[in-house]
């Protein structure tokens, strides 16, 4: 698999690979945080999300990796499929009722 | 399903032409947001209602209103679209309160101005 940060807008992955999206979030006081998927013409869609006091989570062929020293997120993709060719965002919440602030968006492209 | 659903899905408008896009909930959540999305960048979120009380962002022009008339449903209002509004406008809904912070997003409404 590849990683890229933030500053690398596209992620081109062969099909079957595994993907590493990396985020890094500013604020140290966040204690939320959240990847969203969007695929062209639709809304945003939940994938996975991790609260400050873990480190991982895994959901299905997914993990998200929580890294609050260099405050550093990261979604891990297992055996990479073409639907998973989307934009994807990070975002943090620096509490219950604070607002959710977005990352820029990586773009995911799985190459047959 | 449960749901956000969003109208209409795609709207062109004349430069100056006053748009009203929609949003609806079937997930009785207390609050709903609307987001200005352009070209694949992150969503900026405009303003949100927390049941009946309206925040608008700081950065929110003028040019942007919204109504809540009761929980299902929230509408988005721009009184004169310049060019540079034509994007995808997302809505939002969430649950306030510790423990509830996952935003469903609706599938979004595209304005063009012409």
């Known amino acids: 698999g590849e990683s890229v940060g933030l500053h690398l807008p596209t992620l081109s992955v062969q099909e079957g690979d595994n993907s590493i999206i990396n985020c890094a979030y500013s604020?140290?006081?966040?204690?939320?945080f959240i990847w969203y998927k969007q695929e062209s013409g639709k809304g945003p869609q939940f994938i996975i999300d991790i609260r400050s006091n873990m480190d991982k989570r895994q959901g299905q062929r997914v993990t998200v990796l929580l890294n609050k020293t260099v405050k550093h997120l990261s979604l891990q993709i297992a055996a990479t499929q073409p639907g998973d060719s989307a934009v994807y965002f990070c975002?943090?919440?620096?509490?219950?009722?604070?607002?959710?602030?977005f990352g820029k968006g990586i773009t995911l492209s799985v190459r047959p | 399903d449960a749901m956000v659903i969003q109208n209409p899905r795609y709207q062109v408008t004349q430069f100056g032409k006053p748009v009203t896009l929609s949003c609806s909930q079937t997930l009785n959540h207390n609050v709903m947001y609307w987001y200005q999305q352009k070209s694949s960048q992150a969503p900026k979120l405009l303003f949100h209602y927390y049941d009946k009380d309206f925040n608008n962002e700081a950065d929110t022009p003028d040019n942007f209103q919204s109504r809540r008339p009761n929980t299902s449903f929230c509408f988005l209002d721009i009184r004169s679209p310049g060019l540079g509004d034509a994007a995808m406008y997302l809505c939002?809904?969430?649950?306030?309160?510790?423990?509830?912070?996952?935003?469903?997003f609706g599938a979004g409404s595209r304005l063009t101005v012409l």
């Open positions: 939002a809904t969430s649950i306030r309160g510790a423990g509830a912070n996952v935003l469903t």
């Open positions: 975002a943090e919440k620096p509490g219950a009722n604070s607002k959710l602030t």
């Open positions: 604020n140290s006081a966040s204690d939320y």
